[in-house]
């Protein structure tokens, strides 16, 4: 037998797993990308398959749930990363933005869930608010040239309005 299936048998072997939820073997980076078994996973049709069946459970695990088999992922910080950030209207800074996350999909920022952690990490609640997103460097880099500092807050300005970045 080989290594890998060595360890692949160690690791489906169905013991005490929380609330019988077996692992997926996927692990999340904190830049969103996806890897099995120490190799990154490259097919984009199916991480956007397994993206789209995910949730969140009521311990905070991140679930795979598809044709009735379930899983739970191991993710370094968020299952989503947000790529990239764009202006939907003029680059004035204050048209709404329009975010795309590493399942290629897009969507508008909801400058309401905005916060930055201690380390200067960006997130923001996307899919309808259901999950946080990381935003990575260059999208950080994007929306940070927009964020300005007003009576010792930082604040974005969408649409004639600041919302602060707490």
Known sequence: MSASGDYQEKNTDPGPWPDDLPPCLIHVDKDGRLWHLGAEMINLGINRLLLEHVDLDEKGRYVIDYQGQRCFIEVEDTLFVV???????EEDGASPWLITLNDGTTEQLDPTTLTQSPDNVL?????????PARFLRPSYYQL????KEKDGHLVLTVAGR???VA
């Open 83 to 89: 790529a990239r950030v764009d202006a939907l209207g």
């Open 123 to 131: 997130y923001a609640r996307v899919k309808n608010g259901r999950f």
């Open 144 to 147: 940070a040239e927009r964020v």
């Open 162 to 164: 600041d919302y602060p």
